[in-house]
């Protein structure tokens, strides 16, 4: 595995110490000189623990943050290799491999920002989906044939291959000042390792998002909650209609889970607020602390209620998280609503094209728990390493950093630019405007608490919710096995 046991607490302390007033001083430039290439890199695994200082900047960073709002216009490219522009050198048949995880309305989108890449330079983009992306990657690297680009879904697992000298660094070619114009301080920080740029945040995604049907709430006289209590006295009136309040659903091949693991971050972040949330990612509290457990007992109430979840515990498990995304728009409503990241804005248009935004589907931000920690939202992004360096795979790198390629998608929905220079005005809809702005606005935001866990915890977790969905009841149980997990994995 890429990513050992220690290595959670050192990324998590980066993460949240990153996360604290992206507008801040911007970071010096990296200037150390490229590594030497990923294929010869060697594959034994950092072992190093983590300093003092890494580990005490997850409880210090607990402190208000938020994302940098896109400038109102995109910037002009500077001097030197810009970032907003792939190379216009003729790149015909030069291909670029692609590892990642992105499937259906997801990889549509993805094709058409890379068909404009593919047209630009006669370049052809090679893409190779997988549902287990840990896996595939770690066995083509030790056979010696990694793709060239890989889209992570978190930042812990780029921080592990940049120490083991897997990835190019990107500083290397491109041009830092333009980086540094397009991204906020915090996510250049992110993306690099020993002062070197390893990586780009293409997408980020807001994970404070509960969809539903305005029609359907109108014709059932709902009103949407503000409130923890609200929304339990939402769903109970539901119940009481016959009704299904919630579509909850957890499949996704070998990450079955993680859908869970986002609910329980979204709650932990909301019910104890960002200083507890910053030890128990760190381990620093154990997974039997009274806040934590409070958590998942408010979340086994929505499990284990009859009639709440569509399906059940069989249903949630059973489910892939795209087609629990549907239940809200079909005549009539299976279901009421889903709590999913922003990215199931796509899922919803490519399903029902005709629904318009508001209107015909729309979300409201996840209740408040706790009125002290109002507002806070947890996050999600993907990551972009390269693993060869040609010239075709360095221009289609330059060109998904820039703000074109992220406004391509952007238009389409379901996308949250990291890119500064991409203007609000390029969200094709109230909604994707409305997500964006919460996300640029948040009090406090914090990486999915699964994200900047070690992976081996963040599987154990994965694989816990799992059977928690089906017994729900069980929350001592539970608990006591993750805290088993995490004192043999935060060594």
Known sequence: M?????????????????????????????????????????TTAATTAPTTAATTAATTAATTAATTAPTTSATSASAGAPTTAATTANLSGQHVSV????????????????????KQT??????????????????????????????????ALMQQLASQGHLIALDSFMNMNQVKTDYAPAWINLGSYQNKLYAIFYRAANKETVWYNPQAFTAG???????????MALANKMVADGKTPFSIAAENGAASGWPLTDWMSEIVLNNCGPTVYDQWVTHTIPWTDACIKQSFQLFGT??????????????????????????????????????????AQGFITAQYPKLQAVTGYNF?????????????????????????????????????????????????????????????????????????????????SRFGAGDVMPAAMQQAWWKQMLLFAQNPSQVDATLNSLENSAKSIYK
């Not at 990324?11 to 294929?39: D, Y």
């Not at 990889?107 to 058409?112: E, G, I, N, S």
């Not at 360096?389 to 391509?408: H, I, K, N, W």
Request: proline fraction near 8%; aromatic fraction near 10%; hydrophobic fraction near 45%.
């Open 122 to 155: 006669g370049g052809v983009v090679d893409w190779q989906g997988t549902r287990d992306l840990t896996a595939v990657l770690t066995t083509r690297v030790q056979g010696g044939n990694p793709p060239d680009i890989a889209i992570l879904p978190n930042p």
């Open 221 to 231: 006289g709902y009103t949407v909650p503000k409130t923890w209590t609200e929304w």
């Open 302 to 343: 929505i499990l284990g209620t009859k009639g709440y979840v569509l399906g059940g515990g069989q249903g949630v498990d059973a489910t892939n998280f795209v087609n629990g995304t549907y239940p809200m728009y079909t005549n009539p409503p299976t279901a009421y609503m889903d709590y999913l990241g922003s990215f």
């Open 99 to 118: 590892l990642g995880v992105w499937g259906s309305s997801e990889l549509t989108a993805f094709q058409k920002v890379y068909g404009v890449w593919e």
């Open 364 to 444: 409201f931000p996840f209740p408040t728990i706790n009125s002290q920690y109002a507002g806070s939202v947890t996050i999600g992004a993907d990551v972009l390493v390269m693993m060869h360096d040609t010239p075709a795979v360095r221009s289609f790198m330059t060109y998904l950093a820039g703000a074109p390629a992220q406004e391509t998608w952007a238009k389409l929905g379901g996308f949250i630019a990291v890119n500064r220079s991409v203007p609000l005005s390029a969200y094709p809809d109230p909604i994707s405007k409305a997500v964006a702005q919460d996300l640029y606005t948040a009090k406090v």
């Open 2 to 42: 890429f990513i050992q046991k220690r290595t959670g607490l050192i990324i998590a302390g980066l993460l949240l110490v990153a996360l604290v007033a992206v507008a801040c001083a911007p970071a010096a430039a990296p200037t150390l000189a490229p590594t030497a290439a990923a294929t010869t890199a060697a």
